[in-house]
């Protein structure tokens, strides 16, 4: 699958730099996997494919809005703390970046409002389209983050006036 491999190197290129940036990679990494699971994908492919249980949509749901609450409050927080500690600020491409992260925010969490409150034996006739629409904006939003990542990561190792 191209986000694990994509994931992988942005893993190793990234990873351990900055505790800040290695916590958002574990909860990607988290979140992947769910995915992973739910949409059935290796390693966690099934030969005799079925629709997820409530329960399963519900986990994964609520971990995706926690990855994105994280993101937008915990991290970006985190960050802007450390880049105030050095005296730096974020850039105009950083403040785009995060604006374009954003615009995949709604359409995730439409995905979680829609399957979050399901039951047992619930018809899902829109899910296949909607978890592949769900993954294609993860994508999307990761190879953002992965281009915000990299920003954050150039100026927590170089601060102002160093």
């Given at each position: 699958m191209v986000m694990l491999s994509k994931f992988e190197h942005v893993q190793k290129q990234w990873g351990g730099t900055s505790d800040v940036i290695d916590h958002w990679l574990m909860s990607r990494q988290q979140l992947l996997i769910d995915y992973c699971k739910l949409a059935g994908l290796p390693p966690f492919e099934s030969n005799n494919r079925q629709l997820p249980t409530a329960s399963q949509l519900q986990l994964f749901s609520q971990q995706l809005v926690d990855y994105i609450s994280e993101g937008h409050?915990?991290?970006?927080?985190?960050?802007m703390e450390r880049w105030n500690a050095t005296g730096y600020s974020p850039t105009e491409e950083i403040s785009l970046l995060y604006a374009q992260i954003t615009q995949t925010t709604d359409p995730l969490l439409n995905f979680s409002d829609k399957y979050t409150d399901m039951d047992e034996g619930d018809e899902l006739p829109d899910f296949d389209t909607d978890l592949s629409t769900t993954g294609e904006l993860i994508e999307?939003?990761?190879a953002l983050e992965d281009k915000l990542i990299e920003l954050i990561s150039d100026s927590l190792a170089c601060p102002p006036g160093a």
């Open positions: 409050f915990k991290i970006y927080d985190m960050v999307i939003r990761f």
